[in-house]
T-cell receptor, first 115, second 113 residues
């Protein structure tokens, strides 16, 4: 069974204090790893897709990296508007239900950035 | 500009009274998903459609049903809601199978009284 574990569960940073969020995964064969941002009471917002170990993607203050066992979301000089829950999800090469469409999510890291 | 639209945003229903949540998309994506997310938990896949092909997760209760009358619309029917079904229900779409990102709607917060 595919599993995703995110750490820490919660993280409090001062504005400008860089840090990293971790996503460890076990999957039969990785088709893709996805990062999402979720604001309270809203649906997840897509950030990145990573497909193979060594791949990196960047967007503004966020940078996602991937190894064979985990992914990191690096936040450089965060601002209060970066406060949200960050979700990681994996998609296996072939699921048991209709062709590998299933995303398995972690429980997320709740990030709070303070002035 | 909203691409995946869920209605209503908030739904209150009585214990045991059937309720339907709706989702529409303007992306013309082949795949539509329904996820359930309880407080501080990971979204959990209930079922998905690839075009008209319906795929039910093994642990999705029989109480939950879905319909996709056309490419743009998908419905989640809860036949007899229990208190444990109170949650955020998320609809998502993706262009194709495997490896393509899913885009989520804003969710419907369901309260059962």
């Amino acid at each position: 069974e595919d599993q995703v574990t995110q750490s820490p569960e919660a993280l409090r940073l001062q504005e400008g204090e860089s840090s990293s969020l971790n996503c460890s995964y076990t999957v039969s064969g990785l088709r893709g790893l996805f990062w999402y941002r979720q604001d309270p009471g809203k649906g997840p917002e897509f950030l990145f897709t990573l497909y193979s170990a060594g791949e990196e993607k960047e967007k503004e203050r966020l940078k996602a990296t991937l190894t064979k066992k985990e992914s990191f979301l690096h936040i450089t000089a965060p601002k209060p508007e970066d406060s949200a829950t960050y979700l990681c999800a994996v998609q296996a090469t072939f699921g048991l239900t209709g062709g590998g469409n299933k995303l398995t999510f972690g429980t997320g890291t709740q990030l709070k950035v303070e002035l | 500009d909203a691409m995946v639209i869920q209605n209503p945003r908030y739904q209150v229903t009585q214990f045991g009274k059937p309720v339907t949540l709706s989702c529409s998309q303007t992306l013309n994506h082949n795949v539509m998903y329904w996820y359930q997310q309880k407080s501080s938990q990971a979204p959990k896949l209930l079922f998905h459609y690839y075009d008209k092909d319906f795929n039910n997760e093994a642990d999705t209760p029989d109480n939950f049903q879905s319909r996709r009358p056309n490419t743009s619309f998908c419905f989640l029917d809860i036949r007899s809601p229990g208190l444990g079904d109170a949650a955020m229900y998320l609809c998502a779409t993706s262009r194709d199978r495997g490896g393509t990102e899913a885009f989520f709607g804003q969710g419907t917060r369901l309260t059962v009284v």
